[in-house]
C-alpha cells in the first residue's frame, strides 16, 4: 500500500479542478445574465407593442362604428325630410287640382251668366224698339203702357240679379285664382326644398358608403371579422332575450301560427342570404337577406305591435314586431324607421324604408322570426314568392 503523502499532490488537483469549474461557471453565468435581461426586456417591450397595436386598433374600430352609425343616422334624417316633403308636395298638388277644377267650372258659369245677361239685354233692346216711347206720349192705352212698365220692371230685376250674380262670381274667381297661385308658389318652394334634400340624401348616402367600406376595410386588416360577428350577434341576442321579456306581458294577439306558411314577404326582391348560411366571416344566418331599392317600403307580415326601433350594432335601423304567443319579426338594415315602440301596425302596413345602414355594402333587408327568443327559418312561414 502506498503512503498517505503520496495523495496530496492529487487532493491539490481535485481542488484547483473544482476552484477552476466554480470560478468558470460563475463567469459563464455572469455573462450570460446580461443577455437573459436583455431578451426579457425585448419581450415585454414586444408586448407593450402588441398591447398598443391591439388597443389602436380597438380605437380606429371604434371610430369606425360610430362614424357608421352617424352616417346612418344622417341619411335616416335626410330620407324623413323627402318623405315628408314628398307627401306634402303631394299634397299640394292634389289641392292645385281641385283649386283648378273649381276654376274651371266658376269660368263656366261666370260664361254662361254673361251669355244669359246678353240675351236679356238683347231682349230689353228688342222691346225698346217698339212702341215705348210713343206709349209713353199715349195717354189712351193706359193699360198696354203699365204692363209695359211692369214686363221693363222684370228684366230690370232680373239683369239685377244676374249682375250680381255676375259680381260674385267674378269675386269666387279671383279668389281661387289667387289661391290656386299661392299653392303654385308653395308647390314651387317644396320642389326646391326636395331637391336640396335629396341633394343630402345623396351626400347622405356616399358618406355611409365610405363608412361601410373603411370599417369593411379595417375588419380584414385586422383580421377580426369573426369576433366583430360574434359580437353583433351577442348584442342582438340580448336584446332580443329582453325583448321577449317584455312582449311575455302582451296577451292579445295569437301569433304566427295559423298562418304558417302564408305570410306575405316584408319586401319582394332576390334572396340573396338564406336561413343557416354561413354569412362572411363565417357565421350561420339567423334569418334571411333580401335585396331591394333604397327608400321602398318594408312591410309588416302580420298585425303586430313594435316593440323596438331604434340602431343597433351590425345590424343598422332595426325595428321589431310582437305578435303574441311568443312570435316576434325583426327588420334590418332599414334606412328609416316609420314606426316608433308602442305602435299598432297591421299586415302589409308600411313600417320603414329600404336601406343599407349598419355596415352593408348594397341596400337590402335583413329579416327574421323568432319563437320564444329562438330564430327560426322564415322562408317556412312566408308564402311563395
Known sequence: ??????????????LGLLVFCCVFFSTAQAQQKPQAERELQQLQNQIKRTEQQVKQQQRQLQQAEQKLQQADKALAEASGKVRQTSQRKQQLEQESAKLEKQQAKLQQQLNEQQTLLAAQLKSAYSMGQHDYSRLLLNQQDTGKLERV???????????????????????????????LDEQQQLLARELSALEKQQQQLQSARSSQQDSVQQLQALLK?????????????????????????????????SGLSSGKGRFPWPLKGQLLQRFGQNRQGGMPSRGILIRGINGSNVQAIADGRVIYADW????????????????????????????????????????????????????GLYFEIREKGEAVNPLSWLSRQ
Open 1 to 14: 500500500m502506498p503512503p498517505s503523502h503520496s495523495k496530496t499532490p492529487f487532493i491539490i488537483w481535485q
Open 149 to 179: 212698365l211692369t214686363y221693363y220692371q222684370y228684366f230690370n230685376q232680373a239683369r239685377i240679379r244676374q249682375l250680381a250674380k255676375i259680381n260674385q262670381t267674378a269675386q269666387d274667381l279671383a279668389h281661387i285664382m289667387a289661391k
Open 221 to 253: 386588416q385586422q383580421g377580426n371579422q369573426l369576433s366583430y360577428l360574434r359580437q353583433n350577434e351577442s348584442s342582438l341576442q340580448n336584446t332580443i332575450n329582453e325583448l321577449r321579456r317584455l312582449a311575455d306581458l302582451n296577451k292579445d294577439m
Open 312 to 363: 343597433l350594432k351590425g345590424y343598422g335601423w332595426v325595428i321589431v314586431l310582437d305578435h303574441g304567443a311568443g312570435f316576434m319579426s325583426l327588420y334590418g338594415h332599414n334606412q328609416n324607421l316609420l314606426k316608433q315602440p308602442g305602435a299598432q301596425v297591421t299586415s302589409g302596413e308600411a313600417i320603414a324604408l329600404v336601406g343599407a345602414s349598419g355596415g352593408q355594402a348594397d341596400a
